[in-house]
């Protein structure tokens, strides 16, 4: 792995401001309240977070949560503050390190303004770059793996851990990384023209706009595409063998999915693997939906479907 971290400045050791019963915004807009939160300045305080709560979570863009109504009794660590959104582009050899809490959408476009490509396949995607290196965040035209070269984190005991492309395990929707904390992230992209670069990024936007509700309550996939263990014939022009990834939304549009409402929670017509919420839901009527939904795909076609959706819950039977 070449390169290092952000610069986040000098060490900023000190008292850590916790936020006692703190909403966790997610872009379901409901759910409950984290009994602590804590917006680490340094890579230092983090460690502070990990001394205080070794099962800490870390909250990115809230972009594929949802937060029990219950809420949750972790200590949530945000890292939105500026130490670990800082990015760094090297546009003479493609070299790019970025904070785990910048913006994923911003990395994008600065990355097309400087004429790198590798990025822009991952247009539409909300997520910082942290959490979307922790899920392997993909879409239609990639995933963040193909120019993923290296991770910086810390363990779990509070040890600073550097990982290189030959140390990291990425598969679709995977990492392996789930018990580190990403403090940043560092890519390698490819010398590109910036307008057809630019070109590119409208036409992965335009496909995203056009086939999913964007502009909707709801948290993105909340399914996994499965890998089929048996070969599935939906009809003459979807026909899988074994081993087969389908489509997730494909299975619960035939299922008969679509529109399937759970109070203030209810299925996307337009897309059938996002859920969609009212002001008035609430965080069960969504996890009640899911179950409804896992069982008619079950019933219909035999597949279990696994969430995408990360749910955090004070029940440990729906956490994770």
Known sequence: ???????????QVGVLALEPM?????????????????TPESVEQLGECLNLDPHCLILGDGANLLVDDVGISNLVVSLRSEAFRSVEIDDTTGHVVAGAGAKLPQLINETVRSGLAGLQTLAGIPATVGGAVRMNAGG??????????GVHALDRDGHAVELGSDDLSLSYR???????????????????VKTLLREELKRCMAYKKSTQPLK????????KNPTLDTPLALDSEHQFAPGDRVSAGLLLDRAGCKGLTVRGASISEHHANFFVTTPDA?????????GLAQERVFDAYGVSLQRELVIWSRDPEIHG
């Open 22 to 38: 703190a909403p966790v915004e997610t872009w379901f807009r409901i759910g409950g309240r984290a009994d602590r939160l804590a």
């Open 282 to 290: 609430h965080a069960r009527d969504v996890i009640e939906l899911i």
């Open 216 to 223: 909707d309550d709801s948290a993105g996939c909340v399914f």
């Open 140 to 149: 239609a035209f990639g995933s963040i793996a193909d120019t993923l070269v």
């Open 174 to 192: 995977h990492s392996g990384l789930e018990h580190l904390l990403i403090t940043a992230a560092e890519f390698r992209l490819e010398l590109d």
């Open 1 to 11: 792995m070449t390169g290092g971290p952000p610069h986040l400045g000098p060490p």
